[in-house]
């Protein structure tokens, strides 16, 4: 039922209660190590025997096994503590299950000694998982630390200066978590802080009989703290039964087979289903699809055909090989599939049309517009063609463009060409499909219609690719011809300034030449002579030449 119930709790079809199940120990397990001697002169070793796990405990459990005063490396087993006659020969009179070695003991107490540190015991942690197998999780030595404590008379110092807010909260935090911890942790712990307290009396009392005599305390004792260093140890499996490299080899022979085996029953299954499909798909074509795009011969003999399969399929097809099947498949498709694509040609050749003539119409036309406009004899870049147009830019000159040389004349004339040859293929091949006989092939392949459509896009794509590479380099470069030439009128118009002010400034009449010119008057007056007047002299403009693009 177990198996059952987890797959059917793998499978997304099933809906089943979610159960969580725990298993038990069958037989108990036990640890043997020797005992540990503190005594030299011992030279026979003792073996312990304890119990981890008893009989019927629920796993998955953890144990640990503390080895006080350990000094040197040290190995134990894990065995079956008391395993029924019934079950002897299994275990073959070995009920051992795991042995582990601990070394590094004696080298890493030496370290720590040197620094200070007291170690205590070798901790030894086991975990037997959820599936019952059995693992040492990890090998710690556990070490004593001795710290510095602050005394209790500055510990109330440093409480009373924080209600103040004048002690740090983070220190106080710290000592409090610390001796919580060493309060916990160590058992040793509670003689150091009566000891304070009967101090703390005794340095008051003083206090208040010989207030002249300054206190003297007695150190405290350091505080204790525990620290852990991992060890090296290997763990070696004894309880499991290695196959020889033969039977190994056997093994997955025989699965291999059973793979094979699998993978024959899919492909059996596949193409039964496959010919059965075919066979129901077949006779509802025969009296749908299959009566507008066959002859009468055609249907008699898929008829016949059909009627043998079938009853080849009802009678012998559950015993039958996956050649066999495959056979009678092909037999039958053989006659199906030319009958079927007639008639996906003949439903999609009008479609493929419709989708020539709207490429034609929407694009071809309207880009052959352009191509003619925008066309000259002799093919022009666009830099060639900027270098052409006059430094003017008034309106009257830019209507009077007739168009851009993109294209070239033989360009146009290619364009020309495949449209009037594609209008020629749409009209003979409609005209054909409306007088053919739909019960035999189509005159007109359908890949005929398709490669004609690819051949008009490539083209289309390539001529309407050609005019947007032309239309932006022109727009750039015409860009740059303007501020050229926007350039060149500024400078132009700054000489004209300069020359007029220059002119002005000559103009201008001084005290003597006003003089003068009272003097001419009288003269004139006298003589009876009429003045003469200078005509004024125009200053030449500067001639300035629009500077061309180096583009």
Same mark, same amino acid.
Do not use: M
């Given at each position: 039922m177990g198996a059952i119930y987890q797959a059917a709790a793998n499978t997304r079809g099933f809906l089943v209660k979610r159960i969580v199940l725990r298993d038990m120990t069958r037989y108990p397990i036990a640890v043997t190590f020797p005992r540990i001697n503190t005594s030299a002169d011992s030279t026979k070793e003792e073996l312990v025997?304890?119990?981890?796990?008893?009989?019927?405990?629920?796993?998955?459990?953890?144990?640990?096994?503390?080895?006080?005063? #350990?000094?040197?490396? /040290?190995?134990?087993?894990?065995?079956?503590? @008391?395993?029924?006659?019934?079950?002897?020969?299994?275990?073959?009179?070995?009920?051992?299950? #795991?042995?582990?070695? /601990?070394?590094?003991?004696?080298?890493?107490? @030496?370290?720590?000694?040197?620094?200070?540190n007291e170690p205590q015991a070798v901790k030894v942690h086991l975990e037997l998982d959820a599936s019952g197998i059995l693992q040492t999780s990890e090998v710690n030595l556990i070490m004593a630390h001795e710290g510095i404590v602050k005394s209790t008379i500055e510990r109330l110092t440093g409480g009373i200066s924080s209600l103040f807010g004048s002690g740090d909260q983070k220190e106080a935090k710290q000592e409090d978590t610390e001796q919580k911890t060493t309060e916990t942790s160590s058992p040793t712990t509670d003689q150091p802080s009566s000891y304070d307290t009967k101090q703390d009396e005794e340095s008051s009392t003083t206090q208040s009989t010989e207030p002249t005599e300054t206190t003297t305390t007695t150190p405290v004792p350091p505080l204790q703290k525990t620290m852990v260093h991992p060890l090296t140890f290997h763990v070696e499996i004894l309880d499991s039964v290695y196959p020889p490299s033969e039977s190994v080899g056997a093994s997955m022979k025989i699965l291999h087979e059973f793979d094979a085996a699998d993978k024959e029953r899919d492909l059996l299954y596949e193409a039964k289903n496959e010919l059965e499909r075919t066979i129901y798909s077949t006779r509802r074509d025969i009296e749908k699809d299959f009566v507008d795009h066959t002859t009468k011969e055609e249907i008699d003999n898929l008829n016949t055909i059909m009627k043998a399969i079938s009853l080849w399929y009802d009678d012998e097809s559950y015993y039958a090989p996956r050649s066999a099947i495959e056979e009678h498949l092909g037999k039958l498709r053989e006659i199906v599939d030319p009958i079927k694509s007639r008639i996906k040609a003949f439903a999609e050749l009008p479609q493929a049309l419709t989708a020539l003539k709207e490429i034609l119409t929407s694009t071809a036309e309207p880009i052959k517009l352009v191509m003619e406009v925008n066309s000259v004899s002799n093919t022009l870049t666009a830099s060639e063609y900027i270098l052409t147009l006059n430094d003017s830019l008034t309106e009257e000159e830019e209507n009077r463009k007739t168009g851009l040389p993109i294209y070239s004349l033989e360009d146009v004339e290619n364009m020309k060409k495949i449209i009037a040859e594609t209008k020629t293929f749409l009209k003979e091949t409609k005209d054909t499909l409306d007088k053919c006989d739909k019960r035999a092939d189509p005159p007109v392949r359908l890949v005929t219609v398709t490669e004609k459509t690819s051949a008009l896009t490539a083209k289309l794509e390539y001529y309407g690719h050609k005019g947007e590479i032309w239309f932006t380099t022109y727009k750039r470069l015409f860009l740059i011809k303007k501020e050229a030439l926007a350039m060149a009128a500024k400078v132009t118009n700054t000489t004209i300034n300069a020359t007029e002010a220059n002119g002005t400034l000559s103009e201008l009449p001084t005290e003597a030449d006003e003089e003068f010119a009272n003097d001419t008057d009288v003269k004139d007056q006298v003589t009876g002579e009429p003045p003469v007047t200078e005509e004024p002299t125009e200053t030449p403009k500067s001639e300035t030449s629009t500077p061309r693009s180096e583009l």
């Open positions: 025997t304890k119990t981890l796990f008893p009989a019927y405990n629920l796993f998955p459990q953890k144990r640990t096994i503390k080895f006080p005063r #350990l000094e040197k490396d /040290i190995a134990f087993h894990v065995h079956y503590g @008391e395993t029924p006659t019934d079950h002897s020969s299994y275990l073959q009179g070995d009920n051992t299950i #795991l042995r582990v070695n /601990i070394s590094g003991v004696n080298e890493a107490i @030496e370290n720590f000694q040197k620094s200070g």
